[in-house]
Nanobody
Framework: VQLQASGGGLVQAGGSLRLSCAAS????????MGWYRQAPGKQRELVAA???????NYADSVKGRFTISRDNAKSTVYLQMNSLKPEDTAVYYC?????????????WGPGTQVTVSS
C-alpha cells in the first residue's frame, strides 16, 4: 500500500488544518491507520490512531483539538487539527499497520510539513 499525505501548510496559532492520507488501494484490511509527527531534533511520535472498527487514540498533547477519521470507501484517513499551537509544528506522517496470521506489515507515506506561527 502506498500512502500519500497532503494538506499541510503554514497557519497562525489558533487556526485549523485538515490533513488527508490517500491510500493506493483499499484500507479496509488495514487494522490501524495513524498519524505521526516529527519536529526538528525530536523523535517521531504518535499523534492519533484509528482502528478498522473506528476506535481512536490520541496523544495527550492533542486531545480535544485533533480528530482522526477514516473513510474506507475513499481509502482515505483524515486528521482535523483545530486550535493549532506553535508546538504542533512538525512533519506529519501517515502510517498503516496490517496484522495477518503470518506477518505484520507497516506502511508509511512521505510527510507533509505543518508550520504554526505564533
Amino acid at each position: 500500500v502506498q500512502l500519500q499525505a497532503s494538506g499541510g501548510g503554514l497557519v497562525q496559532a489558533g487556526g485549523s488544518l485538515r490533513l488527508s492520507c490517500a491510500a493506493s488501494r483499499s484500507i479496509f484490511s488495514i487494522n490501524v491507520m495513524g498519524w505521526y509527527r516529527q519536529a526538528p531534533g525530536k523523535q517521531r511520535e504518535l499523534v492519533a490512531a484509528i482502528t478498522s472498527s473506528g476506535s481512536t487514540n490520541y496523544a495527550d498533547s492533542v486531545k480535544g483539538r485533533f480528530t482522526i477519521s477514516r473513510d474506507n470507501a475513499k481509502s482515505t484517513v483524515y486528521l482535523q487539527m483545530n486550535s493549532l499551537k506553535p508546538e504542533d509544528t512538525a512533519v506529519y506522517y501517515c502510517s498503516g499497520r496490517q496484522v495477518a496470521i503470518s506477518a505484520t506489515n507497516d506502511y508509511w507515506g512521505p510527510g507533509t510539513q505543518v508550520t504554526v506561527s505564533s
